[in-house]
């Protein structure tokens, strides 16, 4: 069974940081993601990295305070907010894709319950 658990959300102050964690479990993956959902909003692209070759790709708007890393030995993806805003408050989720692409914003098939984020101003 293919199983994506995160861990680390919270309440924050803006301008705090929080780190994400995203245990997998249950099979190989090329890339794993983050995205996130605020209320009315639609689910949007945060962060991604590739399994193997560690290459990271970044919504617009957190670049340069988010940073996506993993651990291949613990199975283990990680983003790191720094510099929050209260634009930022979301539910953060973990997705792993499966099929390569070399589109980093495609192809997730498998998504972890969420954890949430929320960042006071």
């Known amino acids: 069974q293919v199983q994506l658990v995160e861990s680390g959300g919270g309440l924050v102050q803006a301008g705090g940081s929080l780190r994400l964690s995203c245990a997998a479990s249950g099979r190989s993956f090329s890339r794993l993601g983050w995205f996130r959902q605020a209320p009315g909003k639609q689910r949007e692209f945060v962060a991604a990295?590739?399994?193997?070759?560690?290459?990271?790709d970044y919504e617009d708007s957190v670049k340069g305070r988010f940073t996506i890393s993993r651990d291949n030995a613990k199975n283990t993806v990680y983003l790191q907010m720094n510099s929050l805003h209260p634009e930022d408050s979301a539910v953060y989720y973990c997705?792993?894709?499966?099929?390569?692409?070399?589109?980093?914003?495609?192809?997730?098939?498998?998504w972890g319950q969420g954890a949430q984020v929320t960042v006071s101003s």
């Open positions: 990295i590739t399994v193997n070759n560690e290459i990271t």
């Open positions: 997705a792993a894709q499966r099929p390569y692409t070399p589109n980093p914003r495609a192809i997730y098939s498998y």
